[in-house]
């Protein structure tokens, strides 16, 4: 019987029919192999977990800034400053009101600074200045009388 396999056998005593071998006994799943998986699995649930944080802290870095200044009315040119504390500022002119300027800032500025001044000695009374952190408002102040040369909002806390 060449090319024909057949199972293995133990010679039987005389007398007795020949068996074949026992089947070699089934290997258990190693504790070891076990730890792996759930380190494996624990790893990955780590990664993303620090993965998700960082993508959550890099978005809150910074916070979202809206300059506002409304005339009531005013028509002549004014200058405006603005700025954060650390960050220097920035003037304009400004031909006519209102006038809107979004920016961000880093966490952790502990001053954002918006001044309105007219141009060639116009009056700046109802002059209305706002500052807007993350879309809420942070300050507001409005110059009045004749005499107010311009106005000026400072928000003095940490965000």
């Given at each position: 019987?060449t090319g024909?396999?057949?199972?293995?056998y133990v010679p039987?005593?005389?007398?007795?029919a020949p068996?074949?071998?026992?089947?070699?006994?089934?290997?258990?799943?190693s504790?070891?192999?076990?730890?792996?998986?759930?380190?494996?699995?624990?790893?990955?649930?780590?990664?993303?977990?620090v993965?998700i944080s960082l993508h959550i802290?890099?978005?809150?870095?910074?916070?979202?800034v809206?300059f506002?200044?409304?005339g009531?009315?005013?028509?002549?040119?004014?200058?405006i400053?603005?700025g954060a504390?650390?960050l220097?500022s920035?003037?304009?002119?400004?031909?006519?009101l209102?006038?809107?300027?979004?920016?961000?800032?880093?966490?952790?500025?502990?001053?954002?600074?918006?001044?309105v001044?007219?141009?060639?000695g116009?009056d700046?009374?109802?002059?209305?200045?706002?500052?807007?952190?993350?879309?809420?408002l942070?300050e507001e102040?409005t110059?009045?009388?004749?005499?107010?040369?311009?106005?000026s909002?400072r928000?003095r806390s940490?965000?």
């Amino acid at each position: 019987m060449t090319g024909s396999r057949q199972p293995p056998y133990v010679p039987a005593y005389p007398g007795t029919a020949p068996q074949l071998p026992a089947a070699p006994p089934r290997r258990r799943r190693s504790k070891l192999a076990i730890f792996y998986v759930a380190a494996a699995v624990w790893s990955v649930v780590l990664a993303v977990t620090v993965a998700i944080s960082l993508h959550i802290d890099g978005r809150a870095a910074h916070h979202a800034v809206r300059f506002e200044v409304d005339g009531g009315g005013f028509a002549a040119p004014v200058e405006i400053t603005y700025g954060a504390a650390g960050l220097g500022s920035v003037t304009q002119a400004v031909p006519r009101l209102p006038w809107v300027h979004d920016t961000e800032v880093p966490d952790g500025t502990n001053g954002i600074t918006l001044r309105v001044a007219p141009i060639e000695g116009f009056d700046a009374s109802g002059i209305t200045c706002r500052i807007f952190v993350e879309g809420e408002l942070y300050e507001e102040e409005t110059s009045t009388g004749t005499s107010a040369p311009y106005c000026s909002v400072r928000a003095r806390s940490r965000f």
